[in-house]
């Protein structure tokens, strides 16, 4: 996944650790493989650089949900949709917010469209 070029682009370059709470890292080292749904944490990771509304991360959200459980895992899932959730809001002062691409203290996005934007500043 890309990052979307008609929003506002981070000042922090890109940053993730595959999938967060450790779980990347003990698959790694016990199991001496990544999991099997790293992708979709990465994925995630880069919609929450990026940040946008408040729709745009509950489908990031539902979207890892769905890519874990469809990899064999539904109650892994569960627990990584309740953990984004909870932990994910951008106003936490957690480095893997949402948004966390921008200086912290931003929030959500609006839901307007980047053309309803950019009308909106034209003189």
């Not at 682009?9 to 890292?25: E, L, Y």
């Not at 001496?32 to 509304?53: S, V």
């Not at 984004?84 to 609006?110: E, F, K, Q, T």
């Amino acid at each position: 996944m890309l990052p979307d070029n008609r929003k506002p682009m981070p000042k922090q370059p890109f940053s993730t650790d595959g999938c967060s709470a450790g779980m990347s890292w003990i698959f790694r080292h016990v199991l001496r493989q990544p999991p099997p749904w790293e992708h979709a944490c990465i994925t995630h990771d880069m919609a929450y650089w990026q940040g946008g509304t408040a729709a745009e991360r509950s489908h990031a959200d539902r979207l890892l949900m769905v890519r874990v459980c469809l990899n064999g895992y539904p109650v892994i899932a569960f627990l990584m949709w309740l953990a984004v959730r909870i932990g994910g809001h951008p106003l936490l002062p957690l480095p893997w917010r949402w948004g966390y691409g921008h200086r912290y203290g931003r929030c959500y996005d609006s839901a307007r469209s980047t053309t309803d934007r950019e009308e909106a500043s034209r003189p």
